[in-house]
């Protein structure tokens, strides 16, 4: 059974009383997804609302899901999840890193109800974590950015300096130098994970600072966009994006979550899902390119497929040594690779990124 909600219905839920706790036999179980951004950004929230989608294709009636869009962080997002708790929901989905603290908060108050956080890194009994390795992504992007500028200078949309969004950044611009030493990358942080406007406003900046590259870590097409309009070049995130860009986009990273719900929720249906956390790449599915742009040579989508693959056999690592910082100071030395802990945490931008990472 196929539901969108609004925050209303959850309150009417609330409102009424549902029990709290696992769903009975012959009723279906009970999905919530809390989004960070609207299901019509075509990035982020998008993708994960295609993976609802395809949970409640998987299970027809035996599932009913449920999702509120543009919840902010913070003491916004404690309030829905707890709605959804206290509304009989079995299994509760929050997807971006700023809901963390509150789905912990609340799952110590609802032990019965399962929950997972998307990009989070703190896990209780009944609470696990899962994300995609999206940095192996962007180091092919990143490849085909230095192979595609003329200008040198490729620009980078940022929403917030946080581990993941950091080491994309780094990813992506150690896939530039590999076959573009002297290529640069500008970064312009927007603080925010969809805004438009402030997006848009980002591209333009880059554009006018030579930029004739575009990549992003914010959710909605508005750098695509712009690229589209200016004639030059960008990539998608989260999801093909190639409807808002068709000449501009040369490829985008595309997140899969459908296999991992529908894997989630059939352990909650078997009595077997456990408080773990899920970090798949490349290899694994949870990460994809979209089509190349047909405008990309024949020689840049070879190299670009020969990263990937490269990537996925586990031959290459985008943070392979020798890996310096900004001030040229050796963080892994070559023979080695940077540790997940370490890429998980990591708070710092890599040799030949332009700029201070904000603190």
Not at 33 to 57: C, M, N, T
Not at 88 to 113: E, H, I, R, W
Not at 324 to 340: F, R, S, T, Y
Request: hydrophobic share 45%; charged share 20%; aromatic share 10%.
């Amino acid at each position: 059974m196929r539901t969108s909600i609004i925050r209303m219905l959850v309150g009417a839920a609330l409102a009424a009383g549902l029990a709290t706790g696992g769903a009975q036999a012959d009723e279906p179980t009970k999905v919530g997804f809390i989004y960070v951004g609207p299901v019509g950004d075509f990035g982020w929230s998008h993708q994960h609302d295609q993976g609802r989608q395809a949970l409640e294709k998987a299970f027809g009636d035996k599932v009913k899901t449920s999702f509120v869009e543009s919840v902010q962080e913070g003491a916004d997002a404690e309030r829905v999840v707890r709605q959804f708790a206290a509304g009989g929901y079995d299994l509760v989905f929050t997807t971006s890193f700023g809901f963390m603290n509150p789905t912990l908060k609340v799952a110590q108050q609802f032990p019965k109800v399962k929950f997972e956080h998307a990009t989070g890194y703190k896990r209780s009994a009944n609470v696990a974590t899962y994300a995609a390795r999206f940095y192996e992504g962007r180091y092919v992007i990143g490849v085909i950015a230095g192979l595609t500028t003329k200008s040198k200078v490729v620009g980078y949309v940022a929403s917030f300096p946080i581990p993941e969004v950091v080491s994309g950044i780094n990813a992506f611009a150690r896939g530039l130098h590999s076959v573009n030493p002297e290529a640069q990358v500008k970064v312009i942080w927007v603080n925010s994970w969809y805004d438009p406007g402030k997006e848009r406003e980002a591209a333009e900046t880059l554009i006018a600072q030579g930029a004739d590259v575009l990549s992003q870590h914010t959710d909605s097409p508005a750098p695509v966009q712009v690229a589209e309009e200016k004639g030059i070049f960008a990539f998608g995130q989260a999801s093909d994006m190639s409807r808002f860009g068709p000449h501009a986009q040369l490829t985008a990273i595309v997140d899969n979550w459908n296999e991992y719900y529908i894997d989630r929720v059939k352990a909650v249906m078997d009595g077997t899902w456990k408080a773990e956390d899920t970090w798949g790449g490349l290899a694994a599915g949870m990460v994809h390119l979209a089509p190349y742009n047909a405008a990309l040579p024949a020689d840049v989508v070879e190299k670009a497929e020969a990263v990937r693959k490269a990537i996925v056999d586990g031959s290459l690592h985008p943070f392979a040594g020798p890996l310096k910082n900004q001030a040229g100071q050796e963080i892994v030395p070559a023979g080695q690779v940077l540790a997940d802990d370490k890429i998980l945490s990591m708070d710092w931008y890599i040799e030949g990124v332009q700029g201070q990472l904000p603190k």
